[in-house]
């Protein structure tokens, strides 16, 4: 009875569809991004290199309870309030920084004389990237997907602040809304937790092939 209330007369499912839209395109444009970021941070030498890496890691650092009222206000001045598309770029915001950083010690782990060696029989320095670094950090990458994923997925308090009406909702919201007043309905909410835990169960699943693979990949084909 709880996982029918909850689908057909909460629009659980419709919440459920936006978090997916939300978490997915955070993960994709997260690890596309900063893919290129910490490369270009680990293999090219430019000025103020490393300062942006310490600025990076700030931006990381920096608590997002500061940031509620200036992104707001943000959002509103650029009509981007109460919408997916707007929730997508704040999220982006916090999830670069750390999805960059965490690359950088793995791309660090990989040999430039395996790239080098890629150049010298044809490859460009993307396709080096492509074919040969990307291929040896799949685990990184499958991890910065896990935690970008997991963090859009399980994120309330900026939806909470920038989102308000119903239709826009994502899962944590929608089950932060079934709270009226001093009244918990537990059967509700434990069933919203059990459907909200099965497209991370799911991602863990896939995952687990890519970081496994990883070890071997790159170095070993051909």
Do not use: C, H
Not at 80 to 101: M, R
Not at 152 to 163: G, H, K
Not at 176 to 199: C, E, H, K, R
Request: glycine share 6%; charged share 10%.
């Amino acid at each position: 009875n709880n996982y029918v209330t909850l689908l057909f007369e909460k629009d659980f499912l419709v919440a459920v569809k936006n978090s997916l839209i939300v978490a997915t395109t955070v993960t994709v444009i997260s690890v596309l991004i900063s893919s290129f970021a910490a490369y270009s941070m680990v293999r090219f030498r430019y000025r103020f290199r490393g300062l942006i890496g310490r600025l990076i890691l700030f931006a990381y650092l920096t608590p997002t309870s500061l940031l509620f009222i200036p992104l707001s206000i943000v959002m509103a001045q650029l009509r981007l309030g109460n919408s997916l598309f707007g929730l997508i770029l704040v999220y982006l915001t916090f999830s670069l920084p750390l999805s960059t950083w965490l690359l950088q010690g793995y791309f660090r782990s990989v040999p430039r004389e395996l790239e080098e060696q890629g150049m010298v029989d044809g490859l460009t320095r993307f396709g080096a990237l492509l074919r040969i670094v990307l291929p040896l950090s799949a685990p990184g990458l499958a991890a910065v997907a896990i935690f970008t994923f997991t963090g859009a997925w399980n994120e309330l308090l900026l939806a909470l602040v920038l989102i308000t009406s119903d239709s826009q909702r994502t899962a944590p919201l929608a089950l932060n809304y079934l709270i009226t007043s001093d009244v918990l309905p537990w059967g509700p909410l434990m069933a919203g937790a059990v459907l909200s835990s099965v497209p991370l169960m799911i991602l863990y699943f896939v995952a687990q092939r890519f970081m496994v693979a990883g070890m071997t990949a790159g170095s070993v084909k051909g």
